[in-house]
C-alpha cells in the first residue's frame, strides 16, 4: 500500500502568492494531520481530521492558513496570502483508529513539502 | 496541559559508543501513548517505536532500548555502539486517547551526531 502522499515537495513563492499543499493519506486511516517543522519550533500541529471532520485546529496560525478535507482520500493546506515567515517544512500524516482496548496507532508521515516564500 | 520536553538539543558521540536520549513527558491523563520517530538528514519522519502507559516493559530492538518509568515520567531512548546512519534528529510524542479525539504532541527534538 502506498505511503502518505504529499505534493509539491518543493514549492518558492513570493510573498502575497497563494500557496496550496496538497495531500492523500493512507487509504483506511480515520485520522489526517498537518504540522508544520522549522528550526526555531520544531513541530507544531497546525490542525487535524477524524473522519475529514476538523476536530482542532488551535495550532492554525492565523486566518490566512486554512485546511480542507473533501473526502476521506484528500486534504489541502491553503496559506493567503503567503509570507516570508511561513517558509517550513510541513508534514502531513495519517493514522488509524484501533478500535477501543487496543494500542492507538502510529502516525505515518509523507515526506514533506518545503515551502520557501521570498 | 501535556507536554513533552527533550532537554538535549545536540549530541556528538563518537562511532560505537553508547548514547541516551532523554524524553520527559507531562499529562494527567492515566491513558496515553508514548513514540520515537526518527529524522534522518533526508528529511523523512520514520517511526521508530510506540508504548502505552499500562505496559513499563523495557523493549529492545537490536542495537535500540528503551527505558519508561512512569515514576519519572520518562521514556528514554538508548543506542548501543552507536554507528554513523544513527545521525538524525530523533522525537519523542506523546499521544492521550480521550474518546476518539486524540493527538500526538511531539518534543523539540535531539539532533544527534555520530562521529566517524
Known amino acids: 500500500d502506498a505511503g502518505v502522499i504529499q505534493s509539491p515537495r518543493h514549492e518558492v513563492t513570493e510573498m502575497g502568492q497563494e500557496v496550496t499543499l496538497r495531500c492523500k493519506p493512507i487509504?483506511?486511516?480515520?485520522?489526517l494531520f498537518w504540522y508544520r517543522q522549522t528550526m526555531m519550533r520544531g513541530l507544531e500541529l497546525l490542525i487535524y481530521f477524524n473522519n475529514n471532520v476538523p476536530i482542532d485546529d488551535s495550532g492554525m496560525p492565523e486566518d490566512r492558513f486554512s485546511a480542507k478535507m473533501p473526502n476521506a482520500s484528500f486534504s489541502t493546506l491553503k496559506i493567503q496570502p503567503s509570507e516570508p515567515r511561513d517558509s517550513a517544512v510541513y508534514f502531513c500524516?495519517?493514522?488509524?483508529?484501533?478500535?477501543?482496548?487496543?494500542?492507538?496507532?502510529?502516525?505515518?508521515f509523507g515526506e514533506g513539502s518545503r515551502l520557501t516564500v521570498l | 496541559a501535556q507536554k513533552v520536553t527533550q532537554a538535549q538539543t545536540e549530541i556528538s558521540v563518537v562511532e560505537k559508543e553508547d548514547v541516551t536520549l532523554d524524553c520527559v513527558y507531562e499529562t494527567r491523563d492515566t491513558t496515553y501513548y508514548l513514540f520515537w520517530y526518527k529524522q534522518p538528514p533526508s528529511g523523512e519522519l520514520v517511526f521508530l517505536i510506540r508504548?502505552?502507559?499500562?505496559?513499563?516493559q523495557n523493549e529492545i530492538s537490536g542495537r535500540y532500548s528503551w527505558n519508561f518509568q512512569k515514576s519519572t515520567s520518562s521514556f528514554n531512548f538508548t543506542i548501543t555502539a552507536s554507528q554513523v546512519v544513527d545521525s538524525a534528529v530523533y522525537f519523542c510524542?506523546?499521544?492521550?486517547?480521550?474518546?476518539?479525539?486524540?493527538?500526538?504532541?511531539f518534543g523539540k527534538g535531539t539532533r544527534l551526531h555520530i562521529l566517524p
Open positions: 508504548r502505552n502507559s499500562f505496559d513499563e
Open positions: 500524516a495519517s493514522r488509524q483508529y484501533l478500535r477501543q482496548g487496543a494500542l492507538s496507532g502510529e502516525l505515518f
Open positions: 510524542a506523546l499521544s492521550l486517547f480521550m474518546n476518539r479525539d486524540d493527538k500526538i504532541i
Open positions: 487509504s483506511g486511516h480515520d485520522y
